[in-house]
């Protein structure tokens, strides 16, 4: 079955304790996206990769750092986190023609964050 | 400069009435456009997209958008509400050239009554 699968699913944690989300897709999507979702600001954009060993920054980039070492897997992480990182987190992913704009986003069920 | 705007963040319907979900964007590029739902504790899933053929777009679970590019909209809408639309959506703009930008809108949460 296609599908973008991140962990964990529910984590708490405590501020500057580092974390990292992992997130794999087995669709052989070129394009892996996280996004951060908080009430009434709808999905912001963390950070994208094009390809292997190719990322950006995208919209809300502070506080994160992300690696793309392997095309199935994308993980972020929080090298110190905080409270405001509380949040709710998708990872998604897309064929080529992400690169035209015109890609379906595949998304991962989500990783709930909270930072105490 | 690339922003979309849903225009409503809440709408309550009764089942078997039509819905119409309402959003409007603003790009300097020819946008793709798509509509994605997200159901309780769910990620989200593709409804529909416009990718500059066809104005009148088709989606799952019997959705369709209409592209007006004069009035800069992309109106979601459905003939009649079923209980299990109940969800939140989201309208995305995704500018093509030079590829990657998207933009997603505040939401809105879909309620349908018995």
């Known amino acids: 079955e296609a599908q973008v699968t991140q962990n964990p699913r529910y984590l708490i944690t405590v501020t500057g304790k580092k974390l990292t989300v992992t997130c794999s897709q087995n669709?052989?999507?070129?394009?892996m996206s996280w996004y951060r979702q908080d009430p009434g600001l709808g999905l912001r954009q963390i950070y994208y990769?094009?390809?292997?060993?190719?990322?950006d920054k995208g919209d809300v980039p502070e506080g994160y750092k992300v690696s793309r070492k392997e095309k199935r897997n994308f993980p972020l992480i929080l090298e110190s986190p905080s409270p405001n990182q509380t949040s709710l987190y998708f990872c998604?992913?897309?064929?080529?023609?992400?690169?035209?704009?015109?890609?379906?986003?595949?998304f991962g069920e989500g990783s709930r964050l909270t930072v105490l | 400069a690339q922003s979309v705007t849903q225009l409503d963040s809440h709408v309550s319907v009764s089942e078997g009435t039509p819905v119409l979900l309402r959003c409007n964007y603003s790009?300097?590029?020819?946008?793709?456009l798509f509509w994605y739902v997200q159901h309780p504790n769910k990620g989200l899933q593709l409804l529909l997209k416009?990718?500059?053929?066809?104005?009148l777009v088709k989606g799952i679970n019997g959705f369709e958008a209409e592209f007006k590019k004069s009035e800069t909209s992309f109106h979601l809408t459905k003939p009649s509400a079923h209980m299990s639309d109940a969800a939140e959506y989201f309208c995305?703009?995704?500018?093509?050239?030079?590829?990657?930008?998207?933009?997603f809108g505040a939401g809105t949460r879909l309620f349908v009554k018995a």
């Open positions: 998604a992913s897309s064929t080529e023609a992400r690169a035209q704009g015109t890609g379906e986003l595949f």
């Open positions: 990769s094009m390809n292997v060993e190719v990322t």
């Open positions: 790009s300097s590029y020819s946008p793709s």
């Open positions: 669709m052989n999507h070129e394009y």
């Open positions: 995305v703009v995704s500018v093509g050239t030079g590829g990657f930008k998207t933009i």
């Open positions: 416009y990718t500059s053929a066809a104005t």
